[in-house]
């Protein structure tokens, strides 16, 4: 079937959410997918940070291959090992303590958010509720957490929003000084703002945040959803950036492709959570569990980190070399393998030229785009992505 016809047929079919390049993807590879005319793309999307291994991975195939044949689904009212060995797994190589599974970035923020205010409810009473959150971040689409995300566009038309949120500018730890109250419970952002245009949190805002939280028994909740999973170089943003939040959410890469969400937390903010205070019919699915620990497995014991602090230092290299050399370029943001590039036009038909290039990118933010290719790029697709970017941005100066 000819692409344009399943245009055609999604348009039909599907609600109108989002504006889709003009292309069907079939199968994929590595960093390469392939279209329904047997096209091939560099992906330097990967699902939007979601294929941290690329794609068909043979031990994420092999996982999912296996736990298919012995069991789907069984149910939270039953131990299953994969979610157990999975929140082990976690535990073992973060702050955390406690693992409570879901199935999306916006669910496990939902988590989250549910977290902070019964632990805050629960130790002050109800009047402490309130989470302060920054501007340009990104917490998911659901009501909670459309509200806890600090863009207007993402808000319009599904008012009234809950109550409880303030907002105050990213990287401004005075403005998180002026807005504290006797009802504030939490605060939860991204280490990096990725929907919001590659902003990294500095060093000096995550230690003053870290203190005031703990001065005021605020639980200090890292939205890991884009950045974890060795996204900036290692296994999870927060350690690079010297502090440790109370709480941190997790999906996108954490299944390879497969959906799962994760809130983790140490045991003192966990102890919020009783018996039926909060639930998932699919969290923690054993097939979900099952592919996170492979991908685990091959992120912690091959050297798929090592590598891809390699390849993010070679892109930021090679993407500072593009702004030195064309007006058209403003900055050059981000860590690791989540990198930034700000133009001082709209981004989209650059993504067009690319997509026609054979070059999967996105763009945020209007005129941002973004490149969060699998872990396991290659210095050669590096280059390719880099003599693609400057023929595109070289002819519209
Ligand atoms: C993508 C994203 C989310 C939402 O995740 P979904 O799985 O789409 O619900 C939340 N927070 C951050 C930082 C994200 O990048």
């Known amino acids: 079937m000819p692409t344009e016809e399943l245009r055609q047929d999604a348009e039909r079919y599907l609600m109108n ?12 590879r590595g960093s390469r997918v392939y279209d329904l005319e047997g096209r091939e ?18 031990d994420v195939v092999a996982a999912i291959q296996k736990q298919a044949q012995q069991l789907l689904h ?31 970035g916006a669910e496990a923020n939902e988590a989250a958010i549910k977290l902070a205010r019964r632990y805050a409810h629960q130790k002050y009473g109800p009047d402490r509720y309130e989470i302060i959150t920054m501007r340009q971040s990104f917490h998911g689409r659901t009501m909670a957490t459309l509200t806890a995300t600090g863009q207007e566009k993402v808000q319009q038309g599904f008012e009234p929003l809950l109550p409880g949120f303030t907002y105050v500018p990213f990287n401004d730890l005075p403005a998180v000084e002026q807005a504290l109250t006797d009802r504030t419970a939490a605060v939860l952002l991204e280490p990096i703002q990725g929907e919001g245009g590659v902003h990294v949190a500095s060093r000096a805002y995550l230690k003053g945040l870290r203190e005031l939280c703990r001065k005021r028994d605020l639980l200090l909740i890292f939205d890991e959803v884009q950045t974890g999973m060795g996204r900036t170089g290692t296994l999870f943003a927060y350690e690079q950036l010297g502090v440790e939040p109370d709480v941190m959410t997790l999906a996108k890469g954490l299944g390879g492709g497969m959906p799962i969400g994760a809130c983790l937390a140490t045991d003192n903010a966990a102890a919020a959570f009783t018996p039926g205070s909060h639930a998932s019919t699919f969290g923690g699915n054993p097939l979900a569990c099952a592919a996170s620990l492979a991908v685990l497995r091959v992120l912690l014991d091959g050297r798929v980190l090592e ?4 390849a993010g230092n070679y892109l930021a290299k090679g993407l500072q070399d593009l702004k030195d050399r064309l007006p058209i370029v403003k900055d050059v943001r981000g860590l690791g393998l989540l990198q930034g590039l700000e133009l001082s036009v709209d981004g ?5 030229d690319c997509l026609a290039r054979g070059v999967l990118i996105n763009c945020t933010v ?5 490149f969060v290719p699998p872990l396991i790029v290659t210095q050669r697709e590096i280059d390719r992505l880099l003599d693609t970017l400057s023929h595109v941005l070289s002819k519209r100066i």
């Open 17 to 28: 959410t989002y504006a889709r390049s003009p292309i069907s993807i079939v199968r994929g």
């Open 41 to 58: 793309y560099l992906d330097f999307v990967a699902g939007i940070a979601v294929n941290v291994l690329g794609h068909a991975h043979p």
């Open 74 to 104: 069984a149910s939270n009212l039953y131990y299953t090992e994969p979610q157990v060995r999975l929140a082990q797994m976690l535990v073992d190589h973060s702050f955390a303590e406690k693992v409570f599974f879901c199935n999306s």
């Open 307 to 310: 590598q891809s602090r390699v």
């Open 348 to 352: 989209k038909p650059v993504v067009t």
């Open 366 to 370: 209007d005129r941002v785009l973004r």
